[in-house]
């Protein structure tokens, strides 16, 4: 049985943790063309929601995501699919692996009403597809939409085995489509070049200089039909060159 007070103390969470890292769909790659529209389910009437399309993936996502760094309740998130958002971000290092598991949990039965991605820091392939397997057990699910090679901030940090695994992933119906997750500007063109990337998870926010030429690089790579998804949008300063963990 709930608390007293339990569902407005949920529908607080939602927000402040679904704000916490929000995901910005990229649109259609056209230019003047405007995003697709997603048939929302009844479900999902009347929630103001937006759609948008991840690139060339077709990924019908809402462009407010839900980041679950630190989620530690899976009733929020359950609350959170309830409210409509059905783009759910999650990583195998997040909260030990516990972020996968509370995920797993809200999304039994509800598989199907969600785009889900998560991330592996592996270094090497036979260590990121043990930790894909992980995932998959975690989340309940034998395939995720999107998986990426997580925190690449140099071009030696894509590293051609990884790529690979990300290859046979995709042969064996685990993964849907490819994604490097950075945290700096010079790595979207570099990844647009190697043209092995689907989605790529980038910081981009306000505070960001024009001569960083993040929003060159977006555009360029929204042009070439890589989907774009936003984190860190609520100001934190990366300088170009910034290395995070």
């Not at 259609?28 to 389910?41: D, I, R």
């Not at 462009?63 to 009733?75: H, N, P, T």
């Not at 057990?137 to 790529?163: C, F, M, Q, R």
């Not at 945290?183 to 024009?210: A, C, E, W």
Request: proline share 4%.
């Amino acid at each position: 049985m709930d608390r007293p007070n339990s569902s407005s103390r949920r529908g607080f969470l939602v927000s402040g943790l679904a704000l916490a890292k929000v995901a910005s769909a990229a649109r259609t790659s056209e230019q003047g063309q405007k995003p697709a529209a997603a048939a929302p389910e009844p479900a999902r009437q009347g929630t103001g929601l937006r759609y948008g399309v991840l690139g060339k993936t077709g990924l019908k996502v809402t462009r407010l995501g839900f980041g679950c760094l630190a989620v530690a309740d899976s009733s929020v998130l359950s609350r959170a699919m309830d409210m409509g958002i059905n783009f759910f971000d999650t990583a195998r290092s997040y909260m030990r692996g516990n972020s996968e598991r509370m995920l797993g949990a809200a999304l039994k039965g509800r598989r199907k009403d969600v785009v889900l991605e998560t991330k592996s820091t592996a270094p090497t392939r036979q260590a990121v597809l043990q930790d894909l397997e992980a995932s998959l057990k975690e989340l309940g699910t034998d395939y995720v939409d999107i998986w990426y090679l997580h925190s690449k901030n140099t071009p030696a940090d894509v590293k051609d085995e990884l790529l690979e695994a990300q290859r046979i992933a995709k042969q064996q119906g685990k993964i849907r489509f490819a994604g490097v997750s950075t945290h700096v500007q010079r790595m979207i063109p570099y990844l647009q070049k190697l043209g092995q990337t689907d989605v790529i998870l980038t910081s981009y926010n306000f505070s960001m200089p024009p001569q960083m030429g993040m929003e060159k690089a977006i555009a360029a790579a929204r042009q070439a039909g890589i989907g774009i998804v936003a984190m860190k949008n609520h100001g934190r300063r990366l300088q170009p060159g910034a290395k995070l963990g």
